[in-house]
Structures are given as C-alpha cells and as structure tokens.
C-alpha cells in the first residue's frame, strides 16, 4: 500500500490530466476518472472519508442527483439505453465524492491545474486551426468540422469558462507582475478571436450574458462607490450596445428593395426567358429572389464551373439549385450567364459547400449568424420546414418536449425511455421534421423535466441549490462565472447528455464548490509559470 503522499500525488496527477483532458481526448477523460476512484478506494485514510461524507451535507445532495437516475430506472422499459446513460453520468458520483471528501487543493496546486486547462484550451485551437488550414487528412465542410475531438459547442463552452477564468487570474494578479498580466492578456485575446471565428452561436452568446454579472462581481468587490458607479456605467454600456446592434442588424435584415413588375426585364442578354415571380415574400439581403432567374443558362454555366450536378445536392445535402440561386440572389446578381460569370472561385466554394449568402465569407463578423437567425425565424413563420435550421428546429423540438411532459407530468418517462418516448411523439404529431432531424430537446432543464417528471426535476434543482447553499463560503468571482455559463448552456443544449458535458459540469462545480482551500484566492499566484 502506497504512503498517503503518493496517493495525494496520484490524486494530483490525475486531476491536471483530467483539466488537460477535457478538450482533447474523451478517453484520457475515462481513464483519469477510472484512476482517481481507484486511488480515492486505496488510500489509507478510507474511514475518514465516510466520516466526511456523511457530515459534509453538500456531497450527499450533488451525489443524490445520480441517484434519481438511478431510482427512475424502475420508470424504464429500455434497460440498454438507461445503463448507457448512468455510464454516460458517472462523473455526477465520481467527481463530488472524491473531490468532496479529499484535502482541498491549494493555491501552488490549483496553480497546475489551471495551466493544464488553459494550456490544453490552446492546444485544441492550434488542432483546430491546423484541420481548417488543410494540414491535416481531415475533410471541412463547415467550419464546425474545425473541432474534430469534441463538438464545436463543448469546445466553445469550455473556451468561455478558460476565458473568465484567465481574465479571474488576471484581476487578481499583483500589479507587479508585469509579463504575467501581459500573457494573460495575449491568450484572453487569442481565446476571444477563436470564439467569433468559430461561429459558435452558443458560445458568443454565453460570453457576452456572463460579462455584466463578471463586471458587477469584480467592482463589487472593490468595495468603493466610485467602482460601483463605474460599474453600472460599464454594464449599461454593454447592454445597450448590444441591443442597438440588435436593433441595426434586424433592421438591415427587413429592409427590402422594391420591386415593381413593369420594371423587370423578361429576356436575358442571350435572348432567354426569365422567371419573375414577384409576389413572393422570400428574400436573400434586401432583394428578392425569384425575380430575374434564368435556369436554362445556370444549368449550362454552372456545368463549367463546378463538378456537383445543378440538379443534384450541395455538400449539406441541400438542393444546389436553390442554394445557387438565393447565393446569386444575396450579391444582387441576375440569376443567368452574365451572374454566373461574376462568381469567383471562392463564391463556387462556398456553394458548392452548402452557403447560401456571401456574407457568410465573413467569418469575423457576427451578423451573419445573425442573418441566419433572422432568416430562419421569417422562414419558420411563413410555414417553412424547420428541418436543418439550429433555432427554429430547436422550437420543434421544445413543442414535442411539451407534449411528452404532458403524458408524463409526475414521474417522467423513466432513465432510459427519454429518447424512445421523444421519437414516439413526433411521430404522433405528424412533425414536419424530417426523421434524420428528430432530435433530443437541446435544453438541459427540460430533459430533466420529461425524464422525470415534476417530482425529479424539483428535487434535482431544490438539490443542487441546497449543495450550493451549503458551500457558500467558497463562492467567488470564478465559480459564480461558471455557474452562469452551465446555466445558460442549459437553456440550449442537453450539457449532461454527453461524457464531455457531464464532466465539465461535475468537474468544475466539485473543484470550485468543494475541492478548493478557501485560502486558494490567487492573488499570491505569480504567473502561469511561476512557483510559489
């Protein structure tokens, strides 16, 4: 049997490979959870452990909540799929048991195990920017195949969380420590540029909703008026820039050219008849689209341009025709010969690809997600199919939710009846989805809700928040943070549906909840790479 120093040194070890882990390999994930239970069952001071965990309230409620999905496996007909999700929520027992009942790390030992995370957040953007760039045998469709490891939003939350995080290191470093402050600075940037390029939606939105809550924590803090009074200012700042480039985008994205019928050309410059609907209400920028369209030359032309067939699919399996088409129409261009020979080779790309706007070349700008949003709302309004559209599926996906809660209002539909029981309904509903498009909810509150009915979900909620409550007094500036990021997470993905999701959730909230000294404020830290 090893000495406790050697446990404690495993236990160390294995918690930095798990922080490392997170953006890079799922497996290395398993295996450091598999090595710190074990460790946590060898090591000689067992009993104290049950004496901690019996005493220490806040374990028990965090380790309870998988325990109701164990108890509402009782509630569940497909035994398979139940199995596969406790697996999948393991760490949920695992990592506030062995971090609850262990010596809280110190601030020397914290300091590791932020660079570990930090370090390995950019080695997963060089991974990325390296499949983007072609440097790798790895084929991109879309800039989301950028993160091969993990999903592009796993990946972006846990750049959020790095950022706040580094930006938490930052504010609490001493103002003598100059080149730490400026490395922190250069990687907050690096991680905020990753972010916008990537384009996920998710993960821009959650970084902008936890900067006022970040800015009110900090001024808060400081404990002056003045810092206060700065503070409102600085929040207000933000608010309403953010709203009045809401406001600017969703009118750019009305505003409309009128069109009047008298006033369109019926032949092409090659003597060809173009279709001009022009009572249709469907839009690409500010002009309509089916006005001033001409297949019989974008059929003949885009045969020289590009190898896909006109009449066949792009690479996102979409009609190519109508993605040509609504492409040329957001350039302005006719859609004929003469529009066609204005593409150049990157607008073919970007068609070929599954684009159907050139503003999506943009990749540093945030109103083309914007304009897909918008234009995904308009669309689903005027009765169009949702089917492959993130927002306005996720609407599809909610109103089925809502209809499976409703036959399973108290008790849910059991562990591993959730997904069965979700595709049961679409197809009681006739759902305009199309079968490969039926998805889970997409919101982590809701799943719970349906999985187990009224009485689970209250519990897991009045639980987490006791456990929370419990823990108050190591409540700071960098967990609050992280709790606003998992939260808002939750109300657009299924976060603890995945290992990865299930591990940044239970991984962070039992380090910053009940795995640190109290004592751990890094204001001593001197850099990333400093000692003690």
Request: aromatic share 16%; with cysteine; hydrophobic share 45%.
């Amino acid at each position: 049997m090893f000495s406790s120093y050697v446990h404690r040194k495993i236990f160390l070890v294995c918690t930095v490979i798990l922080a490392a882990a997170l953006p890079l390999s799922p497996f290395a994930v398993s295996v450091s959870h598999f090595l710190l239970i074990i460790n946590w069952f060898a090591e000689p001071d067992f009993r104290s452990k049950i004496s901690i965990l019996i005493k220490r309230k806040s374990i028990l409620l965090l380790i309870s909540v998988y325990f109701v999905h164990v108890f509402w496996m009782l509630n569940t007909d497909n035994i398979a799929t139940g199995i596969q999700d406790l697996k999948i929520k393991l760490p949920l027992i695992v990592l506030p048991l062995v971090y609850g009942t262990s010596a809280p790390l110190l601030k020397r030992e914290l300091k590791y195990l932020y660079n570990a995370f930090l370090l390995s957040c950019l080695v997963a953007i060089t991974i990325s920017v390296s499949v983007y760039f072609g440097l790798t045998q790895i084929q991109v469709n879309d800039i989301r195949d950028i993160s091969p490891i993990i999903s592009h939003i796993r990946l972006s939350l846990l750049i959020v969380l790095a950022t706040y995080l580094i930006i938490y290191l930052y504010l609490y470093t001493p103002e003598t420590f100059i080149w730490p402050k400026f490395i922190y600075l250069v990687i907050v940037f690096i991680f905020l540029v990753f972010i916008l390029w990537l384009g996920a939606f998710t993960g821009i939105v959650i970084l902008l909703m936890v900067m006022p809550f970040a800015v009110i924590l900090w001024l808060r803090n400081r404990k002056t008026k003045r810092n206060y009074l700065l503070g409102i200012l600085i929040v207000f700042i933000i608010t309403t820039s953010c709203l009045a480039y809401l406001y600017y985008t969703l009118h750019r994205f009305t505003s409309r050219n009128a069109t009047k019928a008298e006033e369109l050309p019926l032949l092409t410059a090659n003597g060809n008849a173009y279709l001009n609907i022009i009572d249709s209400d469907e839009y690409e920028n500010e002009f309509p689209i089916w006005v001033k369209v001409c297949e019989t030359e974008l059929l003949k032309e885009w045969d020289k341009r590009s190898s896909l067939d006109y009449r066949g699919h792009d690479l996102k399996g979409q009609s190519l025709s109508a993605t040509l088409i609504r492409y040329m129409t957001s350039m302005g261009l006719s859609k004929d010969s003469v529009g066609i020979s204005k593409l150049s080779n990157e607008d073919i790309w970007m068609i070929e690809n599954g684009y159907t706007n050139y503003l999506f070349k943009n990749k540093w700008s945030v109103y083309p997600r914007l304009y897909q949003i918008y234009w995904e709302i308009e669309y689903y309004i005027e009765g169009g199919n949702p089917s492959g559209h993130s927002l306005t599926q996720r609407v599809e996906y909610l109103k089925n939710a809502i209809h499976v809660i409703k036959r399973h209002f108290w008790f849910g539909t059991g562990t591993g009846d959730t997904v069965q029981e979700i595709k049961k309904q679409y197809d009681i509903d006739q759902s305009p989805l199309h079968p490969m498009w039926r998805n889970r909810v997409h919101n982590q509150l809701v799943t719970f809700f349906l999985s187990f009915g009224l009485v689970g979900f209250l519990y897991i909620i009045a639980a987490v928040g006791l456990a929370i409550y419990y823990e108050r007094k190591n409540i700071d500036f960098v967990f609050i943070c992280y709790l606003l990021i998992f939260l808002f997470s939750t109300l657009n993905e299924d976060t603890l549906e995945t290992q990865i999701g299930a591990t940044y959730y239970a991984f962070f909230l039992s380090l910053f909840l009940l795995g640190r000294s109290i004592n751990s404020n890094p204001k001593t830290n001197s850099s990333l790479s400093s000692s003690k």
